[in-house]
Nanobody, 123 residues
Framework: QLQLAESGGGSVQTGGSLRLSCAAS????????MAWFRQAPGKEREDIAG????????FVADSVKGRFTVSRDTSKDTLVLLMNNLEPEDSAMYYC????????????????WGQGTQVTVSS
């Protein structure tokens, strides 16, 4: 059973930065997509970014492109989301997700989920 654990959330002011990490443990496969999603109260879960494997072009949501960078260390089974120039609209619970196979933007296609880490951006 693949398990995911997020860390790195917190509270920052507009324009600040945060680094989220997602550590995978348990059964892991080389062909696993790891991705970030977020969900704000009263809103649908939104795809942020994901990587299938090193060398593959990650998908990044237009809403965060140019501000957020996703990277993956397969030797450590860790997914990292570096968030710069944060805005109040980025406030949400951020979830790490994984699935065996290629990445998709639809959250329903992901089998494994972390508990989430809260990001709050104040103006």
């Amino acid at each position: 059973q693949l398990q995911l654990a997020e860390s790195g959330g917190g509270s920052v002011q507009t324009g600040g930065s945060l680094r989220l990490s997602c550590a995978a443990s348990g059964i892991t496969y080389s062909t696993v997509c790891m991705a970030w999603f977020r969900q704000a109260p009263g809103k649908e879960r939104e795809d942020i970014a994901g990587i299938y494997s090193i060398g593959e072009t990650p998908f990044v949501a237009d809403s965060v492109k140019g501000r957020f960078t996703v990277s993956r260390d397969t030797s450590k089974d860790t997914l990292v989301l570096l968030m710069n120039n944060l805005e109040p609209e980025d406030s949400a619970m951020y979830y790490c997700a994984a699935r065996i196979g290629f990445c998709y933007r639809e959250s329903a296609k992901y089998t494994y989920w972390g508990q989430g880490t809260q990001v709050t951006v104040s103006s």
